[in-house]
DNA sequence: TCGAATAGCAACCGGGAGGTTGCGTAATGG
DNA sequence: CCATTACGCAACCTCCCGGTTGCTATTCGA
């Protein structure tokens, strides 16, 4: 069971949190989430936006690799990738985990 | 007990990841895991930048809860609160979770 | 076939983010 | 006591982000 478990750098993650900051992309990716593709339009409506500023959001998002697109037909169909938001948690889970180990060692008093 | 645990809207989560989407300040954090308390020059040391544009991506952090400053001599000690880190975790939990259950239900001919 | 739908591209704009410099002030310690 | 340290505040600058408008190209469907 030799997990390789390749370590990304704190560089790399960065722009993911950052794609994820923003209210509008977090909806985007919300209405994504259920698995199906969905065109720019579907994905405007409900939004006080103008089509094209949907349309940067999703590139923005597409370009962390947090969705991807497809073109078909006349549509571009837009699909959740959840492989970079499971890479953002595990960073936010290493984070925690180093804090709670640390927390602990204070308290046993092993260090200083 | 009643643990109210009440709902945090996307909305007030996007600042929280628009905080992390900067790799000076996800070094910061990274410094601060450890449990130790810091001040503004020690977390500057290392950084291509002036000690008050840290001061700035601290005040980021800040403002958004991620850690706590308390003032203490002549210098501001800087700790990590890993609250709203875990609130972010696990609103990409819950994200990752709908998209496995909907490819669960996708593969299981459920719907359509 | 031809109008409507869907989308991409480019230009433009205002505001805020990231960063610096300069200065003032409180605490430290020799 | 006084130079030094650590910090905050404010002004300033540049650049990119979020958003719009206008235009063009492609595809659908009646």
């Known amino acids: 069971m ?8 704190p560089v790399d993650i960065a722009p993911v949190f950052a794609a994820l900051g923003d209210r509008v992309r977090l909806s ?28 940067k959001h999703l590139r923005v998002l597409e370009q962390v690799g947090v969705v991807t697109s497809e073109r ?23 984070v925690s985990e180093q804090w709670d180990d640390a927390l602990m060692r204070l308290k046993m008093h092993v260090e200083r």
């Not at 390789?4 to 750098?9: G, V």
């Not at 990716?29 to 698995?35: A, T, V």
């Open 72 to 94: 078909v037909g006349r549509e571009s169909q837009f699909l959740l990738d959840p492989s970079r938001i499971h890479d953002a948690r595990s960073y936010l889970d290493r």
């Open 28 to 55: 985007l990716l919300s209405r994504l989430k259920d698995g199906k593709p969905q065109s720019i339009v579907q994905l405007a409506e409900g939004f006080e936006l103008t089509r094209q500023g949907v349309s």
């Open 2 to 9: 030799s997990r390789a478990r390749l370590k990304r750098r």
